[in-house]
């Protein structure tokens, strides 16, 4: 992919020089650091099927009144995260498909607004992604280990807030992001809050499934429908433990890109690290298109709903 690409900004190193990235390049590796050439075509394809599919998650959680719960909002907002990757992939190749093919003639300013466009939402998918992962991991430790006061902590009110503040703090920071890219510690609080939010949720999924069974034993011989609650908030967790292992397979070389950027960006084995950028794409469109499985595959409602929304049996 050449003249437009999504987060070109972060492609290559900007404190390295053109020389020394063509030179350390040629030394690191040979043909191993020609990265990959992937057809824009995989990338209209997997951008297509994935707006399809968080669309028909968004459709299934609005239209069934039983997914009208916080938790399921979240998993609405975090499709619509997954949706950012979508537009954004499909509107840079359909440029790109045009530009190359000569149908479509655009000055080089006017590419370079798209660019930023196209990063800045990139960017606020990562964020968003990252905070509704957070913000469900939050919510089902507060359904296991506070269930009777669940409904009062978690209030649609308080939902509502959370998810205008993630919305809104993912703008924020994408377009500071877009502006002062050329910083390291823009990169660096990008990094260290995609470490913060993986360290967080590995702690609460530790503390859930540590103390969940003892809980779901002790109360199983006095009380039967807590026991059920609980098993089924369990289910919950295990299935956005799920959701944060395929995001960290998917984001984490990229996210190991941009520490190899702040660290070591002339380093010969850094450069041949970079060329793969094109694959790191692939590996976060692939994340947009997964997630929705396993919506499906871990909920029997949500199943059922996607099967109505398909049909069209509205």
């Known amino acids: 992919m050449s003249t437009l690409a999504p987060l070109r900004l972060l492609r290559e190193p900007w404190n390295a020089t053109e020389g020394n990235q063509s030179n350390t390049t040629a030394g690191a590796g040979g043909a191993w650091c020609q990265g990959l050439d992937i057809p824009n075509e995989l990338f209209l394809t997997l951008g297509l099927v994935s707006l399809v599919e968080n669309l028909l998650v968004v459709a299934a959680i609005l239209k069934n009144r039983n997914l009208h719960s916080p938790m399921y909002y979240f998993i609405c907002c975090l499709a619509v995260s997954d949706m950012l990757v979508s537009v954004s992939n499909l509107a840079e190749t359909l440029f ?18 798209m660019d930023n466009v ?8 990562v964020v968003s992604s990252l905070s509704f992962l957070g913000v469900i991991a939050v919510d089902r430790y507060i359904t296991i280990f506070y269930a009777l006061r669940y409904h009062s ?8 807030v959370t998810m205008a503040s993630v919305w809104l703090a993912s703008t924020v920071s994408s377009t500071v992001f877009i502006t002062y890219y ?4 823009i990169l660096l609080c990008l990094i260290g809050f995609f470490l913060f939010m993986l360290v967080l949720m590995l702690v609460l999924y530790i503390h859930m499934f ?3 069974r003892h809980h779901v034993r002790s109360i199983s011989s006095q009380q039967k429908q807590p026991t059920i609650y609980r098993t089924s908030s369990l289910k919950g967790a295990v299935t ?7 995001f960290f397979i998917c984001w984490g070389p990229f996210f190991f890109h941009l520490i ?6 002339t380093n010969p084995f850094c450069t041949c690290f970079f060329s793969y950028f094109n694959l790191f794409l692939i590996l976060i469109i692939c994340n947009s298109v997964v997630d929705p499985l396993i919506y499906a595959f871990r909920s029997q409602e949500l199943r059922r709903t996607l099967r109505e929304v398909v049909l069209c049996s509205w």
């Open 96 to 113: 790109m498909l045009l530009m190359e093919h000569g149908v479509l003639v655009i000055r080089a300013s006017i590419v370079r607004h």
């Open 260 to 265: 190899l950027i702040v660290t070591c960006p």
């Open 118 to 125: 196209i990063d800045m939402l990139i960017c606020s998918s």
């Open 182 to 185: 050329r910083n390291n510690a």
């Open 210 to 212: 540590a103390l969940a």
């Open 153 to 160: 902590i978690m209030t649609l009110q308080r939902a509502v």
């Open 240 to 246: 956005l433990t799920i959701l944060l292992g395929v």
